[in-house]
């Protein structure tokens, strides 16, 4: 008995320095950003004026809110498509044996951009979107279609879409990467079996490759929602909301209200949703994907 207790509190010696960190970085944030939310303060003045629920009903009542809320929306929707879904397709594309070869190129290829520094990346595709001399429309041009040729950026019912695709460039390698590592652990038996029964490519991928890995499915599809929901850099080198607020998203929001606006509660509000709508659609994901059960 006085072993077993021996044993708990070293290994509670053990863990105290990791949950020290994880409280006072991760959640005591988490509680400071909520009660900051509900004063009324700003950067340049110590006093605070308590305020309540006032700015959450002011955000809720405010139509640009629902813009960044379905923009992000649409981000997360887009990007679990393309990020996930196309990452798994370009994974198991270079992991079958005629492609295996070249495996070390191609994961080179594809996994560059995502080490690229966003600001890189941002002013890189302002340059290739440019309606003058940028590669997008120049190449429209190119093969006859310069009636699609336009101001990616600048006009409101496309800019969205055109900061979305950059970051389905920049990501989507890096996603692949994460596949391509989990399906090099599938046991080959599996595969064999398969053959033996005459099991086609897709039928191998869809029964036996997916379901086999579908823990980093899930994995990637919850970094996926976080990021889209969290987006800021993207959307702030590229358009900062703009043109008209139709590029808006909660990051940019809640910059424009801390440090355009010096609104640091409603600020802090904003913060608050983004954590709640993130932790709620983890969970979602968590419950639906039954991680760490057999189904």
Known sequence: ?????????????????A?????????????LNLYNSLFRWNSFDTGRTFVGLEYYIRLFKDPVFYTALKNNSLYAIISLVFQVGGGLIIAAILEDKLIRRFQPFFRT?????????????????????????????GA?????????????????????????????????GYMAMLFLIAMQKIPFEYYEAAMIDGASRIKTFFNITVPQIKEMV???????????????????????????RSTE????????????????GYASTIGTVV????????????KLGKSGQEV
Do not use: C
Not at 253 to 259: V, W
Not at 275 to 286: C, E, G, R, W
């Open 109 to 137: 290829v594809f996994f560059i951009p995502s080490v690229i520094s966003i600001a890189v990346v941002g002013l890189l595709w302002q340059l290739l979107y440019n309606p003058e001399v940028g590669l997008v429309n």
């Open 249 to 264: 998203v909660l990051g940019t929001m809640l910059y424009r209200s801390a440090f355009r606006n010096d609104e640091m």
């Open 140 to 172: 429209l041009k190119a093969i006859g279609q310069a009636e699609w040729a336009r101001s990616w950026l600048g006009d409101s019912e496309v800019a969205i879409y055109a900061v979305v695709a950059v970051s389905q460039w920049q990501y989507t």
């Open 1 to 17: 008995m006085t072993r077993t207790f021996r044993n708990r509190r070293t290994a509670l010696l053990y863990i105290l320095p």
């Open 218 to 244: 899930l994995v990637g599809s919850v970094i996926t929602v976080i990021g889209a929901f969290k987006v800021f850099d993207e959307v702030y080198i590229m358009t900062f909301g703009g043109p008209g």
């Open 19 to 31: 949950l020290f960190l994880i409280l006072s970085l991760v959640f005591l944030p988490i509680v």
């Open 275 to 286: 954590f709640v709508i993130t932790l709620i659609l983890s969970l979602v994901q968590l």
